[in-house]
T-cell receptor, first 111, second 111 residues
Framework: QKEVEQDPGPLSVPEGAIVSLNCTYS??????FMWYRQYSRKGPELLMY????GNKEDGRFTAQVDKSSKYISLFIRDSQPSDSATYLC???????????FGAGTRLFVKA | DVKVTQSSRYLVKRTGEKVFLECVQD?????MFWYRQDPGLGLRLIYF???????EKGDIPEGYSVSREKKERFSLILESASTNQTSMYLC??????????FGQGTRLTVV
């Protein structure tokens, strides 16, 4: 079993839809949770960075962490064609700096 | 933000060649990482370095080595390139236990 599970998609939605992207994990020691966006043939860029449980909002993006369920989510409101990319979840414990990544979910937002 | 620059976007090399992938970061971050990214497998850690001349094996170090002679530069070396090393290679830099910043990636093809 992988430490981090992420549905690879693809996920296709119409422009303006609310998108929900999710990851589950097995290691209860994870405390730092990240979401990266990766456009085709580019490196990942950091979208959201959260510590422990709770919500964090940044513009159209909301990151949610539920440590009791070992489940994290990224919500994208009013999705745009420019949001079409692969979204990677990532997480890490407090004891080190090694980050574990999900395999990524491909998102397509249709105009 | 940290700028992480990888020396090449695309490389084509022959089987058996020695290949050098270079990565430079401009923000004095002590930790640097090399990952490879393959469809369905996500990001897999090859090697990381937490200080000059220090290195640690990641999850898939076989066939690779690294060099960190200066804090800002982290090189990945394929001692004898093979076709199964065709992949997207990503370098990242990270300060302490914070988020990692990635370069734009090098797409390596071994023929």
């Amino acid at each position: 079993q992988k430490e981090v599970e992420q549905d690879p998609g693809p996920l296709s939605v119409p422009e303006g839809a609310i998108v929900s992207l999710n990851c589950t994990y097995s290691n209860s020691a994870f405390q730092y949770f990240m979401w990266y966006r990766q456009y085709s043939r580019k490196g990942p860029e950091l979208l959201m960075y959260t510590y422990s449980s709770g919500n964090k909002e940044d513009g159209r993006f909301t990151a949610q962490v539920d440590k009791s369920s070992k489940y994290i989510s990224l919500f994208i409101r009013d999705s745009q064609p420019s949001d079409s990319a692969t979204y990677l979840c990532a997480m890490r414990g407090t004891g080190g700096f090694k980050t574990i990544f999900g395999a990524g979910t491909r998102l397509f937002v249709k105009a | 933000d940290v700028k992480v620059t990888q020396s090449s976007r695309y490389l084509v090399k022959r089987t058996g060649e020695k290949v050098f992938l270079e990565c430079v970061q401009d923000m004095d971050h002590e930790n640097m990482f090399w990952y490879r990214q393959d469809p369905g497998l996500g990001l897999r850690l090859i090697y990381f370095s937490y200080d000059v001349k220090m290195k640690e094996k990641g999850d898939i170090p076989e066939g690779y080595s690294v060099s960190r002679e200066k804090k800002e530069r982290f090189s990945l070396i394929l001692e004898s390139a093979s076709t199964n090393q065709t992949s997207m290679y990503l370098c990242a830099a990270q300060r302490g236990n914070t988020e990692a910043f990635f370069g734009q990636g090098t797409r390596l093809t071994v023929v």
